[in-house]
């Protein structure tokens, strides 16, 4: 027998030191693991483990100026069934066959299937839920969800938007203010195996929702129903394709409504109206017909503003300085600029007439001389004044921007046209706001709809305040184009609009859609009221009219008759017109 | 027992009858196994239930009719004398060689590897002999060669030895053969007295190791297999669903764990989504369950173990004996650390069970064989003193 030496000892104890040490080094690296990277594992390991069952937040409501809901939330209920809790599988079927009227079989198969949860109905009826709850089922579970809903059907639809199945914002405000709207989801957060089972005794981690705010907006649902009126008879009298109305507060840019008929029924946005059948169509076909259904052309199309943008013209001249109420011009029915011989809507010519009175006849030839007085640098930067090339920035998604000639490639010509509002496109929306601000004493403002927006008990989180904006006319010239414009109405080319003891200042046009001679047009109407101090200003366009065209026929007596409606309602009082007129002249 | 140790005994201690075992390794033992098994049990049941209609225990109770036996096995091993295997030793190691081949042609073919045989309900891994051979054969070399220890000339002998073994087992499981070769290292680092060539030899192979890597060789050494680990050890989340799955899910396991645990019988990972989780993997599902707490304990159980090895080996007069001790103590260490490791990824990911902990007969078995095999070395220090 061999004895073991000192050195073998030594060794012993040195490999046993290394071993310890190996597996001290080893632990170290575990308390790295589970302190210093608990956290990051953890995380990746609660997404593999955990089940997340969304609980929807309620979107916020949408209130107009008068306090009416126009936007809210309706209950719905979903009923599903799990197999390993049902105990009497013919009670649940009996019951859910009668209460939400489906087919025996149909419910059968979904009882009797080996699923962990599976779905009998959604959207059902909170009342029919409820009632199902009653019944006491084992296994039946009632889950209460919300939908958007829209108590006025069709009513601003463009305006309000409407949600998608995530309870998103699609279009219009419920996009635009969909941080404000949409509140934070909960959750139920629960533990399942690999095969994703629930555990059993797991606890169920209960993340709350937190409700979206309410959103108050200047939109007047009384207003906004009636002007859907009215422009829904034109249409169906003129056989038109469109007809918009935009009705604002001048002063502070606030929409009181805007109106885009045909309107579509937002709390069914996916049906195409106007069209018989969707057979036959692709998807992408369709949606480019729900696409144009739900556009805002207020807003989303631009069109040649014709005579209405002499009312910008006018304000450029007089502020500029070239041409005064007073001047005189002649028309013989055409003008010539360069090689082209434009014509005046009247062929046979106004003959020698005032600025106002070239106005009031909405007369191309003087507003040619007139355009051609300020030459291209100084009408370019006018528009840049009046901020015509920019957007408004109304609380809208889409707004398109100003098409208009580059300054170096405006030669005489298209200064001639577009000194009467054609060659050059813009937003019904952005003529509509510089006008404001030259009818109102000069200060830019920006349309908008949004005016509050409060948390679900009511507590005000963020007023919306819009800065007042630049002067970009001086009062005087303001004030004259006021009264001008008043003579429009009271007896010039917009006299269909004139309503009996009140002061309404407009202007009137009609632009053949391009291309020139198909027979296309857009008659449209511009008025505001009270003349010497506006509180309401409105446009109106009829798209494709069939029969008669001209804006101040058929836009002007109906912008008319809805300003002597709204007049009351909004307190505007009669005023005598006739001290007014003696001012001018 | 042997004539000539009853004399000595009768000489040197007229009044002692007979050396107790060294209950203090038994100890560790017991609880090593008891815990495992408890563990075992909280890995397997929530699978086992849904697996085996219901009965929670299927895989434990397995277990503990393996370890019962494997415990009997360890209590008459100890009785037997040690001396014996130096006579044996040169029929087990052909045995071992012989096996070891058969495996790799006529073994059952699981994953793509054969690696075990399979005799009706049990299995046999030859890896495991292997190991119990080479540990045996290594000591009677030495024993064998204890003049010429000092010189350079048996550790040749020693490797040409180790060889048969080892090529076998390599091939047909990559960590057994590391084992294999940690145990000859081991070994042969305490026989000899040329202590600074295994230093330098320890330096010069992981520089190859890191080179072979570098240059591109190790890929065409190692299996597609083997070489996708290495990737998914470097970053096992971004190979989470592929080779670094099974890492990245014991590191969630681990991760979960924190200070304390979530609980015995509170884990997650253990419901299916850690392959193996009862197998290589349990040491994570201990550390999810107990925390940082519940496995530096028993790691400090093992670290007992191992200084019972210690001490029993430096108190062994008999230098067969001596070599056995740190040929056994060594494989346990080996395993333990290879396991550890690569659960928390410290090294690639290669297939070590836990020594005690981990489900498996022949594992138990063998390791339980060994502990008697100490315990009966343990037993002539008592007489000798």
């Known amino acids: 027998m061999h004895w073991s030496k000192t050195y073998h000892r030594t060794g012993v104890v040195i490999l046993t030191c290394c071993i310890i040490i190996g597996l001290t080094s080893l632990l170290g690296r575990l308390a790295y693991l589970m302190i210093v990277q608990s956290d990051y594992y953890n995380e990746l390991s609660e997404e593999l483990h955990t089940r997340e069952r969304k609980i929807k937040a309620a979107r916020g409501t949408i209130y107009d100026a008068n306090g009416t809901v126009i936007a809210t939330n309706k209950t719905v209920c979903t009923i599903s069934v799990i197999y390993n809790q049902i105990k009497d599988p013919e009670k649940v079927i009996e019951v859910l066959c009668s209460e939400l009227e489906l087919e025996e079989e149909q419910v059968r198969k979904k009882v009797e299937k080996y699923t962990a949860r599976e779905i009998i109905k959604t959207n059902v009826e909170k009342s029919i839920g409820d009632k199902i709850r009653e019944y006491d089922l084992a296994g039946v579970k009632v889950d209460e969800d919300y939908k958007r809903y829209y108590p006025y059907d069709s009513l601003a639809s463009k305006v309000l938007g409407f949600t998608g199945s995530d309870n998103q914002g699609i279009i219009g405000l419920e996009v635009y203010y969909e941080d404000y709207l949409k509140g934070l989801d909960g959750r139920i957060l629960t533990l399942t195996d690999a095969a994703g089972i629930e555990v059993d005794d797991a606890a169920e981690d209960r993340i709350e929702p937190i409700a979206g705010n309410d959103l108050y907006i200047s939109l007047d649902v009384n207003i906004q129903k009636y002007a859907e009126q009215v422009a829904k008879k034109v249409m169906e009298e003129k056989q038109a394709k469109q007809v918009s109305i935009l009705l604002m507060n001048p002063q502070n840019g606030e929409i009181l409504a805007m109106v885009n008929v045909p309107e579509f029924n937002l709390n069914e946005p996916f049906v195409l109206t106007n069209i018989e059948t969707t057979d036959g169509l692709t998807d992408k076909e369709k949606q480019d017909l729900l696409n144009k259904m739900w556009r805002n052309s207020i807003i989303n199309d631009t069109y040649e503003p014709g005579s209405i943008f002499k009312v910008i013209t006018g304000a450029a001249a007089l502020e500029e300085g070239v041409v005064s109420v007073d001047d005189t011009f002649s028309c013989p029915g055409f003008y010539v600029v360069e090689d082209r011989k434009i014509r005046c809507a009247k062929v046979t010519g106004h003959g020698v007439e005032t600025f106002v009175e070239g106005t009031m006849n909405s007369c191309n030839p003087v507003f040619i001389q007139v355009g051609l007085r300020l030459g291209v640098d100084r009408f370019y930067s006018y ?67 949004g005016v509050e927006v409060r948390s679900a008990d009511g507590e005000t989180i963020k007023k919306l305040d819009y800065e007042e904006g630049e002067t970009i006319l001086s009062e005087e010239i303001s004030e004259t184009m006021r009264q001008i414009l008043e003579k429009v109405v009271s007896e010039g080319g917009g006299k269909k609009a004139y309503i009996e003891g009140y002061s309404i200042g407009g202007k009137t046009a009609t632009s053949e859609k391009l291309p020139r001679g198909n027979g296309k047009y857009i008659s449209a109407f511009m008025g505001f009221a009270p003349a010497d101090n506006p509180e309401i200003i409105g446009i109106m366009t009829i798209d494709e009219p069939v029969g008669i065209y001209y804006g101040g026929t058929i836009a002007a007596p109906v912008m008319g008759d809805l300003f002597a409606n709204i007049f009351p309602y909004l307190g505007i009082e009669k005023t005598n017109t006739v001290d007014e007129n003696a001012t001018l002249q | 027992m042997a004539v000539r140790e009853t004399n000595r005994t009768i000489r040197k201690q007229p009044n002692k009858k007979r050396s107790l075992l060294d209950y203090s390794l038994i100890c560790i033992v017991i609880l090593l196994s008891s815990f495992g098994l408890l563990m075992l049990y909280s890995t397997t049941s929530y699978v086992d239930q849904i697996a085996h209609a219901g009965n929670a225990f299927y895989t434990v109770q397995k277990q503990l009719v393996f370890t019962s036996i494997a415990f009997v096995v360890m209590l008459i091993v100890s009785q037997i004398d040690y001396h ?89 499981n990559l960590s057994s053969g590391i084992i294999i070769f940690g145990i000859a290292l081991s070994m042969a680092f305490i026989a000899s007295n040329k202590k600074f060539i295994f230093v330098l030899s320890i330096g010069l192979g992981l520089g190859a190791c890191v080179l072979a890597f570098k240059t591109g060789l190790l890929e065409m050494i190692l299996d597609g297999y083997q070489m996708d680990r290495i990737y998914a050890w470097f970053d096992p989340v971004a190979y989470s669903s592929t080779n670094g799955f099974q890492t990245v899910q014991g590191l969630y396991a681990i991760g979960a764990g924190g200070l304390l645990g979530r609980g015995l019988g509170e884990s997650v990972q253990k419901m299916g989504y850690l392959p193996e989780a009862q197998n290589d993997m349990i040491f994570s599902i201990i550390c999810e369950e107990l925390g940082l707490i519940g496995a530096i304990l028993v790691i400090l159980l093992f670290i007992l173990m191992i200084w019972r090895f210690m001490v029993i080996a430096v108190n062994t007069k008999d230098f067969f004996g001596f070599m056995l001790v740190i040929g056994i103590m060594s494989h346990i260490a080996i395993q333990l650390l290879l396991n550890v490791a690569v659960v928390t990824n410290t090294i690639p990911n290669t297939g070590v069970s836990l020594p005690f902990i981990s489900y498996g007969g022949s594992s138990v078995l063998f390791l339980m064989v060994e502990i008697g095999i100490v315990l009966n070395v343990s037993r002539e220090i008592k007489l000798e003193n």
């Open chain 1, 383 to 449: 528009f840049q004044q009046f901020q015509l090339l920019k957007k408004t920035g109304v609380d809208l998604p889409g707004e398109a921007t100003t098409i208009m000639h580059k300054p170096e490639n405006m030669g005489e010509v298209e200064l001639a046209t577009v000194s009467f509002g054609q060659s050059f496109q813009v937003t019904p929306l952005r003529l509509l706001t510089t006008i404001s601000a030259i009818v109102n004493g000069g200060t830019m403002v920006t349309p908008h709809f």
């Open chain 2, 84 to 172: 014996v295997y130096k006579r044996i030793a040169k029929y087990i190691y052909p045995l071992a060689i012989i096996l070891g081949i058969l495996v790799l042609f006529f073994g059952k073919e699981v994953n793509g590897q054969r690696r075990w045989f399979s005799l009706g309900p049990i299995s046999f891994q030859p890896a495991e002999f292997a190991k119990l051979t080479l540990i045996i054969t290594l000591a009677s070399i030495t024993n064998y060669c204890y003049l010429a220890l000092k010189k350079y000339r048996v550790l040749f002998v020693l490797a040409v030895v180790t060889l048969p073994i080892f090529i076998p087992v390599v091939v047909a």
